[in-house]
């Protein structure tokens, strides 16, 4: 079965800090591109970062940056110098390639960041 | 930068009454997909399109559901009857390419039926 996991409902930061959410997926393919996707309480759906699981480097976009792990499946998004912009709920997502491309998305964490 | 558009931003309709959600992809995307998102639960796929014809669909996507890309921008979303349980935020996104991946969604669409 193609599942992602979230197993942090809710995590707060101190604004400046650094916060890491967590993200396990579960697929028997190998070629697939992974991202994170943020939703702030206007409920938009905005891009942070992808990783193409064929690549070991792992991205990084600005502030944000990812721990791609791929034997174990796993797929962390770190928040470093953290704003209060950042607040919102975050969803890991992953789609197969050579397939029908539909996203497989977690439930979601919400992010709260402490002024 | 180009951005996927969705209109209306909130739909209040009746039960049975039929809803268009529609969407603007950007520009020189190919692929199109529309999600939903119930209050508090998982973004679920509903369907992906292209080359006039849809790609895939998920068990939520019956016949109440169709899509179509009516001209050369517009990729739109009909229920033909709404239930309660189609209330929800209705994303569309659009993608580039097969290689090139990333999907890019809209605002959405929060449609609430009465």
């Known amino acids: 079965a193609q599942t992602v996991t979230q197993s942090q409902p809710e995590m707060s930061v101190q604004e400046a800090e650094t916060v890491t959410l967590s993200c396990t997926y579960d697929?028997?393919?190998?070629?697939?591109?992974l991202f994170w996707y943020k939703q702030p309480p206007s409920r938009q759906m905005i891009l942070v970062i992808r990783q193409e699981a064929y690549k070991q480097q792992n991205a990084t976009e600005n502030r944000f940056s990812v721990n791609f792990q791929k034997a174990a499946k796993s797929f962390s998004l770190k928040i470093s110098d953290s704003q209060l912009g950042d607040a919102a709920m975050y969803f890991c997502?992953?789609?197969?390639?050579?397939?029908?491309?539909?996203?497989?998305w977690g439930a979601g964490t919400k992010l709260i960041i402490k002024p | 930068e180009p951005e996927v558009t969705q209109t209306p931003s909130h739909q209040v309709t009746q039960m049975g009454q039929e809803v268009i959600l529609r969407c603007v992809p950007i520009s020189n995307h190919l692929y199109f997909y529309w999600y939903r998102q119930i209050l508090g639960q998982k973004v679920e796929f509903l369907v992906s399109f292209y080359n006039n014809e849809i790609s895939e669909k998920s068990e939520i996507f019956d016949d109440q559901f169709s899509v179509e890309r009516p001209d050369g921008s517009n990729f739109t979303l009909k229920i033909r009857s709404t239930k309660l349980e189609d209330s929800a935020m209705y994303f569309c996104?659009?993608?580039?390419?097969?290689?090139?991946?990333?999907?890019?969604f809209g605002p959405g669409t929060r449609l609430t039926v009465l």
């Open positions: 996104a659009s993608s580039a390419g097969t290689g090139l991946g990333t999907q890019y």
């Open positions: 697929t028997s393919e190998s070629d697939y591109y």
């Open positions: 997502a992953y789609f197969i390639l050579d397939s029908n491309y539909q996203l497989i």
